[in-house]
């Protein structure tokens, strides 16, 4: 149930982000969003790592967690103080990074469960996210804001607010991700 919860968070920040890209959502108004996502992710990652069922595997997806859930509090830091944002543009590389042995580890565990392959389809799309964005915050590539910007909004709907959806209301039962 955490992750319907986690991920249709995750859906409705990274939609919000993605508009606030494309200048339909304000900076000092996105912070609301980036600190309550962020805190809830922080939260789910810390009882999954030192809660009454922790393990291995759940400690891994606490710390691979708080890679978002930073992520979203950067976001709205910089938005509070006025930084450039190069900093956190440096940080979604190693994000990025991140993603891509996360994507590969999954992909090869899935032994063709639908679940685990868009699981494993999820972090390679995070994985480009975030690279797009280490390359306008950090390289300066603004001309690709437009694109990003959409890509976030879309990335939100099929990465997080769907699937959330479906886990929180039962609508795929038997799903653990």
Sequence with gaps: MLAGLGLFWVGAVLFCNGLWVLGEIGDKEIAVIDIFVGS???LIALYLAFGPNAN???VQNA???LLFA???FWVAWNRW???D???LGWFCLFV???CIPIFIKTLT???GNFWQIWLAINWASWGVLWFLFYLILARGRTELSKFTGRLCTAQGIYTGWIPGYLLVTGMMPGVHI
């Design 81 to 83: 103080n006025g930084a």
């Design 56 to 58: 291995l595997e759940s």
């Design 40 to 42: 809830l992710v922080l």
């Design 70 to 72: 930073f992520t979203y």
């Design 85 to 87: 944002g190069r900093g």
């Design 63 to 65: 710390t691979f967690l």
């Design 96 to 98: 990025a990074i991140t």
């Design 109 to 111: 565990a899935s032994h």
